[in-house]
DNA sequence: GTCTATAGGTTGATAGAC
DNA sequence: GTCTATCAACCTATAGAC
């Protein structure tokens, strides 16, 4: 896929493009979707308003690119979640990392695109189509501890994939919490969470 | 707290400012915030666009107006939260459904308020005040949990408040997932969550 | 308290040269 | 592919009458 430096295939990448959408995507943190015009996006990308409407149609077009690049990361969490090894503190704590890492990124995006119905809807569209979502974490986890308590590893008499919601949620709401600009109370340490499952996950000797 | 119609007490209720503040609520979950004009709050509510800017100084105040009344039922939520009973699974359902459902009509103003920097602090600034937000919640559940676990009827050995957390960022989930148009795969239900928590957390014979 | 009318300022988008 | 220049539309907010 990486190819010789020496004889260049294809056009020649200016950096115009993906200079817009980190332009783009640091100004949506930065001020919220509300206040994202096409003329600042043009000056912080050190372009002219005519270029963004070149590579993309228009502002919607836009700011969908953004939201699926955004969103790409989920995918490769998803192909890589492909969970194994026996049950460990470690690998829970893992994988919740992971969840709120993509989230920290995610998140802003997702709510962006609550603030227009129709990139809401597209968005909803492209997310279907991709089969995102949080079912992903959920499922992923489940299918992991349905495994795992066939192996006898996690006690056999819960729901895995309300488990997996658990932890799933857990992660979302932490998330949702650090994008507001206020910590006054903090929420238990996603350490606390996984330390509870592993306890209540053990099996009994019944 | 319903009266009589024979003698009204107080300013006679012109209706201007509830209709405003009805409008704007319809026009944001409907269009999202990003489409919300002065203009069409004024069509909808039925009164020119002055009278917006009378009730309220401008946009940001009735913004901010609608948020703080769409946040409100969070307080009562929180003022009733007074959990109290012996440990039961529907105590957790009842608690489960009344934050989701607060959270279905809560959720999209505070993903709108995301939208605009000043209106996205200026909201904060007001939940920090009010000392508003998911950790109510948390801190509700767990100090129940607490309790509970003190009179032996929750096993002792995991942490209340984590226990808190997950209940909480279930609902926070499920909740999330229904603002998008898109319910292509399901969560697992509620009460999944709550037969799954009962069942962990019922005290072990060691 | 509510209205009409309008000012003032931004914004998304296009045209056409290079 | 990128630029400059420009337009037409829209939106917030105010002024002043009733």
């Known amino acids: ?16 493009r993906e200079a817009i959408l980190a332009a783009t995507l640091e100004l949506l943190r930065q001020r919220g979707i509300g206040r994202l015009t096409t003329r600042e996006v043009a000056v912080v990308a050190g372009v002219s308003e005519a270029s963004i409407y070149y590579h993309f149609n228009d502002r919607s077009g836009l700011l969908q690119a953004v939201f699926e690049e955004g969103i790409r990361p989920l995918q490769e969490l ?34 962006a695109a609550q603030s227009d119905a129709e990139l809401r809807d597209r968005l909803a569209a492209y997310m279907d189509e991709q089969d995102l979502g949080p079912h992903r974490g959920v499922l ?35 998330s949702s919490q650090r994008q507001m600009p206020t910590h006054r109370s903090e929420l238990p340490a996603l350490a606390d969470i996984v330390d509870a499952l592993v306890t209540l996950l053990r099996p009994t000797g019944e």
């Open 1 to 16: 896929m990486t190819g010789e430096v020496t004889k260049r295939r294809g056009r020649p990448p200016s950096g115009g």
């Open 78 to 111: 998803g192909a890589e979640g492909g969970l194994s090894g026996p049950f460990r503190r470690e690998l829970l704590l893992t994988l919740g990392e992971a969840i709120e890492r993509f989230l920290d990124q995610a998140l802003p995006i997702l709510t």
């Open 140 to 174: 992923a986890l489940g299918s992991y501890l349905a495994d795992e308590q066939a192996a006898g590893r996690v006690r056999a008499d819960v729901d895995p994939y309300a488990v997996g919601l658990m932890l799933v949620g857990t992660c979302f709401t932490r």
